[in-house]
């Protein structure tokens, strides 16, 4: 899933998703595919809007398409680019929690590898977060994120212990940072 919503424009919502759900299951009832469509258009909150092409709709209500569109594949692993990078904060918590809802409520709970530079957004939907290094990109430390399930934000947003594991997860991000900016300061006043 990526930040773009990658739908077909000439497509409705609804023919986007049987689209996907055809192409990633090689199923040719249509019927099935249509009930599949329909169950995670109703999942989003979208069921009113199936005939409506992506165009027309707001950046949220397409990137719910999008979440719809992946669920409904039922792939093995769920790979997220920042896919909530481009929403207003209203519509990125929504996001969040209706990820969260229909990650807590599949029949089987996959494998989700989700990209972002939002530390809270890391703490609040992952198990385990991995701090990459700029380029070239590797895996700099793996934390695990000690915080039951469900996770709330307003109850995690007062945990010392949240506040704890965030300012160490912005200390690994920065603090290397800050440190270089230093050396190459005193390098230069060395040079001058």
């Known amino acids: 899933m990526f930040q773009d919503y990658s739908l077909f424009p000439w497509m409705t919502i609804f023919e986007n998703i049987c689209f996907a759900i055809e ?10 595919i249509e009930k599949t469509a329909q169950k995670f258009l109703e999942l989003v909150g979208l069921e009113k809007f199936k005939d409506a092409y992506p165009g027309t709709l707001s950046g949220g209500m397409r990137q719910r398409t999008s979440i719809a569109r992946m669920f409904s594949m ?13 929403l207003d904060s209203l519509n990125r918590i929504y996001m969040q929690d209706l990820l969260l809802h229909l ?8 494998t989700v590898l989700f990209v972002t530079h939002d530390i809270d957004e890391a703490l609040l939907l992952s198990d ?7 380029s070239p990109g590797c895996i700099k430390e793996i934390i695990k994120v000690p915080f039951h399930r469900p996770r709330l934000r307003k109850d995690l947003s007062i945990d010392p212990n949240y506040l704890a594991l965030k300012s160490h997860l912005l200390s690994i991000l920065y603090g ?3 440190e270089d900016t230093k050396n190459q300061e005193k390098e230069l006043r060395r040079v001058i």
């Not at 093995?76 to 481009?86: I, Q, R, S, T, W």
């Open 23 to 32: 192409h990633a299951k090689n199923v040719g009832e249509p019927k099935e």
């Open 74 to 86: 039922d792939p093995k692993v769920f790979l997220m680019d920042e896919p909530f990078g481009a």
């Open 103 to 110: 990650w807590s409520e599949g029949e089987q709970r996959k």
């Open 176 to 178: 290397d940072t800050v």
């Open 128 to 134: 385990r977060v991995a701090i990459m290094t700029p």
